[in-house]
């Protein structure tokens, strides 16, 4: 029988969107949207070398799942110290694992295991009196701790065990992955669970692009993915026009106050975000487009580092999950 994690994250997001008050959808502008996209780039997704350890195949692995174990944090990204000439939270920590991946050559189970908050800060180039950044390195030696603890209590050590074993499927994957409390994206909407899980699909993503669909990054369903909703990509849709806030909520974002994680305001944020862009996947299809939400979500995250969108201000909500 086939796993239907990501089918339970498409069908909770349409009911949230269904049922949403502070968010909706423009489904009067969908299609012009989709034919206003390049959509080249979601076809062709292609990993950035710069900021990312893509030298050694098995080095790389380990890289991956350990910079998306600790892909979160964005609600502490404006108290970091950033990486010199980068704005942005996500390619700081990125660059800096990288950095420190090229000197150690890669990190084992036990070294995870035992991970303090003041190695992290090492690592990622953060003062620990920083009170705000130090907290993130707290999350971060957590959420590095857990992952440790999973490979050598299931996976003798290996992450090669981990991802392999899981038989060329990104909802197996998953089902690992969902057994670190950091990973289960999952809040309570009107009487039911809505299912999100940014960093359990991105992980997958990241393989799948990094390994270009093969041995590490083959995943048979990675059609299945849905959009990583985090806290650029409903911005984007915002500022296009495909997602609407209410007046509430949208004067909250401006004013810069933190949505509470797991609030109905910030699970209907991400759900229409999710539900949005199955729409714009369908949208593509009738024009005889086999698109991804994998690679639209590509598309539009990376179109969110553009300038324009960094001028007004996107929702921010401290958690760990994205």
């Given at each position: 029988?086939?796993?239907?994690?990501?089918?339970?994250?498409?069908?909770?997001?349409?009911?949230?969107?269904?049922?949403?008050?502070?968010?909706?959808?423009?489904?009067?502008?969908?299609?012009?949207?989709?034919?206003?996209?390049?959509?080249?780039?979601?076809?062709?997704?292609?990993?950035?070398?710069?900021?990312?350890?893509?030298?050694?195949?098995?080095?790389?692995?380990?890289?991956?799942?350990?910079?998306?174990?600790?892909?979160?944090g964005s609600g502490w990204f404006n108290a970091l110290d950033l990486e010199?000439?980068?704005?942005?939270?996500?390619?700081?920590?990125?660059?800096?694992?990288?950095?420190?991946?090229?000197?150690?050559?890669?990190?084992?189970?036990?070294?995870?295991?035992?991970?303090?908050?003041?190695?992290?800060?090492?690592?990622?180039?953060?003062?620990?009196?920083?009170?705000?950044?130090?907290?993130?390195?707290?999350?971060?030696?957590?959420?590095?701790?857990?992952?440790?603890?999973?490979?050598?209590?299931?996976?003798?050590?290996?992450?090669?065990?981990?991802?392999?074993?899981?038989?060329?499927?990104?909802?197996?994957?998953?089902?690992?992955?969902?057994?670190?409390?950091?990973?289960?994206?999952?809040?309570?909407?009107?009487?039911?669970?809505?299912?999100?899980?940014?960093?359990?699909?991105?992980?997958?993503?990241?393989?799948?692009?990094?390994?270009?669909?093969?041995?590490?990054?083959?995943?048979?369903?990675?059609?299945?993915?849905?959009?990583?909703?985090?806290?650029?990509?409903?911005?984007?849709?915002?500022?296009?026009?495909?997602?609407?806030?209410?007046?509430?909520?949208?004067?909250?974002?401006?004013?810069?106050?933190?949505?509470?994680?797991?609030?109905?305001?910030?699970?209907?944020?991400?759900?229409?975000?999710?539900?949005?862009?199955?729409?714009?996947?369908?949208?593509?299809?009738?024009?005889?487009?086999?698109?991804?939400?994998?690679?639209?979500?590509?598309?539009?995250?990376?179109?969110?580092?553009?300038?324009?969108?960094?001028?007004?201000?996107?929702?921010?909500?401290?958690?760990?999950?994205?």
């Amino acid at each position: 029988m086939k796993n239907r994690l990501f089918s339970i994250v498409r069908e909770s997001c349409a009911r949230v969107a269904g049922l949403a008050r502070s968010v909706s959808i423009n489904h009067d502008l969908l299609g012009d949207y989709v034919a206003s996209l390049p959509v080249e780039i979601a076809l062709n997704p292609v990993m950035d070398t710069e900021n990312h350890f893509c030298d050694d195949p098995e080095a790389a692995l380990v890289y991956f799942l350990v910079l998306d174990c600790i892909n979160f944090g964005s609600g502490w990204f404006n108290a970091l110290d950033l990486e010199s000439g980068c704005k942005n939270g996500y390619f700081t920590i990125a660059s800096r694992l990288k950095r420190d991946f090229i000197a150690r050559g890669s990190y084992q189970a036990d070294f995870l295991q035992q991970i303090s908050a003041e190695e992290c800060c090492r690592v990622f180039g953060q003062n620990p009196d920083n009170s705000a950044s130090f907290q993130l390195m707290n999350l971060f030696a957590a959420a590095l701790r857990d992952f440790g603890e999973l490979l050598l209590r299931e996976f003798s050590g290996s992450c090669r065990e981990l991802v392999l074993g899981s038989g060329h499927s990104a909802a197996e994957l998953g089902v690992r992955l969902l057994k670190m409390p950091f990973y289960r994206d999952i809040f309570p909407y009107a009487g039911r669970d809505t299912y999100i899980l940014k960093r359990v699909q991105i992980t997958a993503s990241d393989l799948h692009i990094a390994f270009k669909g093969s041995g590490y990054g083959r995943f048979d369903d990675i059609g299945d993915l849905t959009i990583f909703a985090d806290n650029l990509v409903p911005h984007v849709l915002m500022h296009d026009g495909i997602l609407q806030y209410s007046d509430a909520l949208a004067g909250a974002i401006a004013s810069g106050q933190p949505l509470a994680s797991g609030s109905d305001e910030e699970i209907e944020l991400r759900a229409c975000c999710v539900h949005a862009v199955e729409l714009l996947r369908e949208e593509f299809a009738r024009r005889n487009v086999a698109v991804t939400s994998q690679g639209l979500d590509f598309l539009l995250w990376n179109r969110g580092l553009d300038e324009k969108y960094a001028r007004t201000p996107s929702h921010f909500t401290r958690c760990v999950f994205y």
